[in-house]
């Protein structure tokens, strides 16, 4: 699979379009101003506790309290609040030494928010996810600081390691590397990317880890509640890091400081790739030349098409999402189940993309054509998960069902995408209707009736060319009937900025007449 980062940077922000084999399937939006981004850490300050639900408001700045749960606490919550308030009181100009701390005991799974929280102390958290609608930021108290082949977590001294690495043989490896490496107090998770990676290329990336820590415990020192302590990479940064592959196989960006960065990244975590990253100082728009802009227009509306002629209808409620695959003009032949297995065959991978490009979350159901064999439910079923092994969202998957529905639940961590390529109707509002001709017919009928008992002569009606051509249609059209009617030289001419139900009378020097 060939993978290229397309990246539009603007005076309000960073566009990033993620393309896999020349289709988009990632759209990222980094505003200058954002804030309370995904693995942002903040020293928060416990507002109030809500036992019925039971969990926390936090004051991380935000204009409305963060909300944080019991069961995204962690076990460690003890640790951290002893570790905020020693961070926070330290005297001596250099930070402790973080492998002499003593952690505290777990936290019980069943307990309650003011048990641990009680004092309304202030904590360390992290977001977990961004504000959506009116709904503040989500924390978690389970500190990670990724980096590109591990992830860093305090207060514990567990590694584990990607189920995605599926040799049993390099699974040991990176497990002894870890152990032999790692610093006291510090939990390790190797991610997927660590496979094959060499003791050095671990080390570095696990002591840049800890260098960060040592940054926080720094920024601690002194703070005042609610602050920013840590902020996450760039957008940018942060998807190359997760991303970067063999076969990511170019990166292209149009503005010279986020250019600089994604080089200086890639130098110092791949530098045989460095050559992938090229800079974009054409006239024409980076997403324009690189096909992004035509497929955000065909992507993100209503209706979907597909190459077949199948199409999806895809709708938001306030519930749930609901994906409607409709098989169109398509035909794989005289079988109806054969033409319905392959509709929804390829409906399962665009909406695979679609979930990804328009980071859908919460429950999707989806309204498969129906199928009576079960192994063809079951087709449908495998090449789903197929396509979704892809999404770096957690999602989970439930078999069609007798009615031909799938359900999908899948993580969303920050607002879904939304670009509208519909506009309200400048002649019916959205309404849909529009006055009807004859009403229009006879408006303009008593509008000149009126003008000529005033002694107006020789008038021009303009209206949109469609009605031009109803008023002008036939020898006895209705042009020749006023005309007739009212002994007068009337003129209708054609124009095209007008709407449907519009209309304006000009007098013989050609200025219109306002009534």
Not at 9 to 36: C, M, P
Not at 111 to 134: C, D, F, M, T, Y
Not at 443 to 453: A, G, P, V, W
């Amino acid at each position: 699979m060939n993978k290229e980062l397309i990246i539009n940077s603007s005076a309000t922000g960073v566009d990033i379009a993620l393309i896999e084999d020349k289709k988009l399937v990632e759209l990222h939006r980094e505003a200058n101003d954002n804030a309370f981004v995904v693995g942002d850490l903040y020293l928060g300050k416990v507002r109030k506790l809500m036992l019925g639900l039971n969990a926390a408001f936090i004051d991380v700045g935000y204009e409305k309290d963060a909300f944080l749960h019991y069961t995204d606490l962690s076990p460690y919550v003890k640790s951290l609040l002893k570790f905020t308030q020693i961070s926070q009181d330290w005297k001596a100009p250099e930070i402790y030494d973080f492998s002499r701390f003593s952690v505290e005991p777990e936290i019980v799974k069943s307990g309650k928010i003011n048990e641990v929280l009680s004092g309304k102390p202030n904590i360390l958290v992290q977001i977990l996810k961004e504000p959506i609608a009116a709904k503040g930021p989500r924390l978690s108290c389970e500190i990670s600081l990724p980096g590109r082949f591990v992830v860093l977590t305090p207060f514990n001294d567990i590694v584990a390691v990607s189920k995605k690495i599926h040799s049993s043989d390099e699974r040991r490896r990176l497990q002894k590397i870890i152990d032999a490496i790692k610093p006291k107090n510090f939990g390790v998770i190797v991610r997927t990317a660590a496979e094959g990676k060499n003791t050095a290329e671990l080390h570095d990336d696990l002591n840049a880890l800890v260098a960060k820590w040592k940054d926080i415990q720094q920024s601690l020192k002194g703070a005042a509640a609610p602050k920013r302590i840590l902020s996450e990479q760039g957008k940018t940064t942060s998807i190359i890091r997760d991303l970067l592959s063999a076969d990511f196989n170019k990166i292209v960006v149009n503005e010279k400081n986020t250019y600089d960065e994604a080089v200086g990244y890639i130098r110092k975590v791949a530098p045989e790739k460095v050559d992938i990253v090229h800079f974009y100082n054409q006239a024409a728009p980076i997403f324009d030349t690189y096909g992004v802009t035509k497929q955000v227009k065909h992507a993100f509306g209503k209706t979907v098409s597909l190459p077949s002629g199948a199409y999806l209808i895809i709708e938001h409620t306030e519930a749930l999402h609901v994906i409607d695959v409709n098989s169109g003009y398509k035909s794989a032949g005289n079988n109806q189940e054969e033409n319905s297995l392959q509709t929804n065959l390829e409906a399962a991978e665009e909406i695979a993309r679609q979930m990804r490009l328009r980071d859908l979350g919460g429950i999707v159901v989806v309204d498969f054509i129906d199928m009576k064999l079960p192994d063809n439910k079951k087709k449908v079923l495998e090449a789903m998960e197929a396509h979704m092994k892809l999404d770096r969202s957690k999602h989970s998957i439930v078999p069609i069902s007798k009615f031909g529905l799938m359900q999908i639940t899948r993580q969303r961590m920050k607002p879904e995408v939304i670009i509208k390529t519909e506009e309200v109707c400048p002649t019916c509002n959205g309404t849909g209707k529009v006055g009807s001709s004859i009403i229009l017919e006879d408006e303009i009928y008593n509008t000149l009736e009126y003008l000529f008992s005033q002694g107006h002569k020789k008038l021009d009606v303009l209206v949109n060319p469609i009605f031009h051509a109803f008023l002008t249609k036939g020898i006895w059209s209705k042009k020749r009937q006023w005309s007739w009617k009212f002994k007068q030289l009337i003129k209708i001419t054609p124009n095209n900025t007008l709407n449907l139900v519009e209309f304006k009378i000009l007098n013989e020097e050609g200025d219109e007449i306002i009534l």
